[in-house]
């Protein structure tokens, strides 16, 4: 998912101001590991990951700056002080994933922003942020969704290069660089679990759409930075740590990782061609929208998946409209470099 996005009516609405999380909000995974649902838009869209490493926790990820509530909410019920936390981690600085930490960090005074070097100047300034989204939703929806985006101090910044590794107590968490959904992301490899924290570079699973065959992972080419090439790369780089979990930000846990990541890479070239089938065509979004449910909606009968249409178009509808648009840019801009 991105702050890119169709119009605002054709955006769901946001299922509150995201109030405390209530208990079946803040799912314990192993590992000491925690799921949050940060209330963006429907349940179980956007996870943000609560990790301990002795005395010491990390965020990895924080939605947007309505979730932080949700967030402060997750610490108070489990018992944990503000001032245990040490890290806030967005995989990326799409609003989805990092709208919220400069807020969230106003509230934890010990903590600091973990962040890709392409994005730390958008969380010095997010009025670049901001006014891209607001071209899209327009300022009052993207107020009523997300929330208004807290600048964040240098100082309590630490640019996570590839490699980059932190200490979380006797826990360690290295940070990748993983480009091919957005060049200004990074993934998180946590030994302990032998697990990945993957953003969207998993791509999304939404847990309606499971089906006897196991998780359904659907490629996010949203705008504006799709790359195959970078993000099979990026997949090799995954399968070589033969990770034994990955935890998706669009929706929680997954095993059998190395199948999951040959299952994205075929779905990634499957977007590729549906889109330069409409290179020429007008109304291109549209047809490449259109097409990418048809191809996904098959898929997901061929695999068993029981959701009726409805449900179908209910979950899938607004993604493919959103990854529609970051095929036509891909388009664009590849036709530009020849």
Known sequence: MTVYAARDNAAPEPMSDAPPAASDDVAALPFDIHCIDTGLFRPRLVASYLVRGGEEYAFIECGASRSVPRLLGALEQLGIDRSQLRYVMPTHVHLDHAGGAGALLAALPQARLVIHPRGARHMIDPRALWQGAAQVYGEAALERHYGALVPVAEQRMLVATDGFEISLGDRRLRCIDTPGHARHHYCVWDAAS?????????????????????????????????????????????????????????????????????????????????????????????????????????????????????????????????????????????????
């Open 194 to 338: 032998r697990g990945l924290f993957s953003g969207d570079t998993l791509g999304m699973r939404y847990r309606e759409l499971d089906t006897p065959a196991g998780p359904f992972l659907l490629p996010t080419t949203t705008p504006v930075q799709f790359d195959p090439p970078a993000w099979h790369d990026t997949l090799a780089r995954f399968a070589a740590l033969a990770p034994a979990r990955a935890f998706v930000t669009h929706y929680g846990m997954v095993e059998n990782v190395v199948a999951l990541i040959g299952d994205l890479g075929r779905r990634i070239d499957a977007h590729a061609r549906i889109a330069e089938s409409f290179a020429g065509a007008g109304d291109r979004t549209a047809r490449i929208a259109a097409a990418l449910m048809a191809a996904t909606v098959a898929e997901l009968d061929q695999l068993g998946c029981d959701l009726d249409a409805a449900g179908r178009d209910r979950v899938l509808a607004w993604d493919m409209q959103l990854n529609a648009g970051g095929l036509d840019v891909w388009l664009t801009t590849r036709r530009a470099r020849r």
